[in-house]
Structures are given as C-alpha cells and as structure tokens.
C-alpha cells in the first residue's frame, strides 16, 4: 500500500516540476486554424500569380507585393489566433499565460525565426526566388525544435518534418510551392487535430 503511495507522491511531483518548467496550454486548434489559412493564403498567392501574365514574381512588382501582403495576413491571423485559443485554454486551466516559462518559449522560438525572416529579405533583395519556400521551412522547423523543450514535445516532430520538407524544397525548387502548401497547410492541420484530441479533449 505504502509502495503506491510513493509512486503516486513521484508521479504528482513529475508533473508540477512538468508543468513548471515547460508551457503547455498550446490549443490544437489554433494549430489547425493556421493550416487553414495557409492553404486559403496560398489559394489567393496562386491566383494572384497564374492571372498576371506570367509564371514567377518580379520583386518590384505589384503581384510581389501582393503575395507579400497575403503572407503576412496569413502569418497575423495565425499569431492572434493562436494567443486568443491558447489564452482560453491556459484559463481553463488555471495557468498563467505569460510567466518565465512562456517567455522562454516565445524567446527561443523567435531566435531561428526572426534570423530566417531576415536571410530570406535578404535574398529576395538579391532577386534569389528559387530557395524562399524552402528556408521559410527549414527556419520555422528550427524555431519549432527550438522551443520545443519549454513546451509540449509533439512540436519537435513537426519540426523535423518541416526541416525535411524545407530540405526536399531546396533539392526540387520547382514543387517548392506545393512542398509550403504541404508543410504549412496540410501538416498544421494534422499536428493540431493530433494535439486537439490528445491535449484539449483531457
């Protein structure tokens, strides 16, 4: 009886030092809602390219410009969406939202994020279109790993497989398009379904 006792004792101690250390009100859903606004983003990019008259972009271009602005809003509304979802959950819950460990998750994630942002203006400046698909990949699975260790393991592994996307996009620039649709699309809307029903439905 004593031995349970103990191993109950061992286990509630495993999961506040669990919960202390590590940001775990992520909503799923969030992570499904992005993929739906990356393939609706993507929609609107595709249209926007295939009605201009031709097939590539001119970075002083209006349709550049335009693809610019649709990924932003794509990237915005994903961002607020996930802060209110996840916001509800962490109150359910009873957890703080923005403490040491939720700000060590946003630092780490933001480090491979915001240099990969900067590479790849960088790039575009040089009119260097072929590889930009791919490294939004490589460098947002980075930051996904890279925070994964302050939040719920399951990111690591959409991490790896959008480095391994990013990877197959730079190999084969012409499906970079479709490599992105996949990666930010298709897998989110995986991921988050898997983390709704494992994490959100408890």
Do not use: C
Request: hydrophobic residues 50%; aromatic residues 14%; proline residues 1%.
């Amino acid at each position: 009886m004593e031995s349970k006792d103990y191993l109950k004792d061992i286990s509630e101690i495993k999961n506040i030092m669990n919960k202390s250390s590590r940001f775990i009100s992520l909503s799923g859903l969030s992570g499904i809602l992005a993929g739906v606004y990356a393939l609706i983003g993507a929609a609107v990019a595709y249209w926007l390219v295939a009605n201009s008259g031709r097939d590539y972009l001119m970075l002083d271009g209006q349709i550049f410009r335009w693809v610019l602005l649709d990924l932003f809003l794509v990237a915005f509304f994903s961002i607020v969406t996930a802060i209110i979802l996840t916001t509800q959950k962490a109150k359910k819950q009873g957890a703080k939202i923005w403490d040491s460990t939720s700000r060590r998750l946003v630092f780490n994630f933001l480090i491979p994020l915001v240099v990969g942002g900067l590479y790849i203006l960088i790039i575009l400046d040089q009119q260097k279109f072929g590889q930009t698909a791919g490294l939004m990949l490589i460098f947002y699975g980075l930051s996904l790993i890279n925070a994964s260790k302050y939040s719920i393991g399951d990111i690591r592994n959409l991490g790896f497989i959008q480095i391994a996307l990013g990877l197959t996009a730079a190999l084969f620039p012409g499906y970079g398009f479709w490599l992105w649709v996949l990666g930010f699309g298709v897998m989110h809307i995986i991921y988050g379904t898997w983390m709704h029903f494992k994490y959100d439905k408890k």
